[in-house]
Each structure stands twice: as structure tokens, then as C-alpha cells.
């Protein structure tokens, strides 16, 4: 059975968490609109399009996590936000499972024992 995004999301986050990494859900919905019971998207020219589901924090450097099921895609501004992280020295990059995360950490992070053993 595959595994919806939210599942996903939810065992990369409690993974990381058991081994130390200060993570949570980046919560990027609108507005609800009760009154006509929709979503709204931001009108604030400050709010940044396409930010990662997970971020967190790995020995003094960003984490970004764009979570996607089997079939979801990542949009032009996913990619962009995941590109200027690593441009500004960040880890970042997209996960299907558990085991992609894994492959991203130990290689930004060889040495560190947890993430050795996330296979």
C-alpha cells in the first residue's frame, strides 16, 4: 500500500526527533474562509511561496524536507526554495520515504552515528 504524504511526514518527523533533530511541520495552508468554506492563499507580500513541509535545524544548518507521495510533484517554487537553501549553505531536498532522508543526512552528515543507522 503506499503511503499518503502525511504518513510520510509524520515518520520523517518521529524518526528525526528519536535521534536529536529539532524538526516540526511547516504549516503552509491559507486562511480557511468560513463563509465560503475555502482556503484562502496569503496576501502578505512577505510570505515566501513553496517552503518546505519539514524544516529543522542539524548542527547549526537548515534543514528543508519537501515531502512527496509516489505521485506528487514538486512545483517551480518547491524546487526554488529548496535550491536557495543549499545555495546558502543549508541541507535540502526532497523525500518519498524514510530511506531517502537516510541517503541526504548520512551523506551531508558521515560521521553522525544516528543517521548511520537509518536504514
Not at 518519498?96 to 551531508?108: E, G, N
Amino acid at each position: 500500500m503506499t503511503q499518503t504524504e502525511k504518513q510520510i511526514e509524520n515518520q520523517i518527523i518521529s524518526t528525526l526527533r528519536i535521534l536529536g533533530v529539532y524538526c516540526w511541520k511547516n504549516q503552509s495552508v491559507g486562511i480557511f474562509d468560513p463563509s465560503k468554506k475555502i482556503f484562502r492563499r496569503s496576501n502578505n507580500a512577505n510570505h515566501l511561496k513553496g517552503v518546505s513541509d519539514i524544516l529543522g535545524i542539524i548542527n547549526g544548518k537548515l534543514l528543508a524536507i519537501e515531502v512527496k507521495s509516489a505521485k506528487g510533484r514538486m512545483s517551480i517554487e518547491q524546487k526554488a526554495f529548496l535550491q536557495n537553501i543549499r545555495d546558502q549553505g543549508g541541507i535540502a531536498f526532497e523525500a518519498r520515504s524514510i530511506t531517502d532522508v537516510a541517503k541526504h543526512l548520512q551523506s551531508a552528515f558521515p560521521n553522525h552515528a544516528g543517521f548511520k543507522q537509518l536504514n
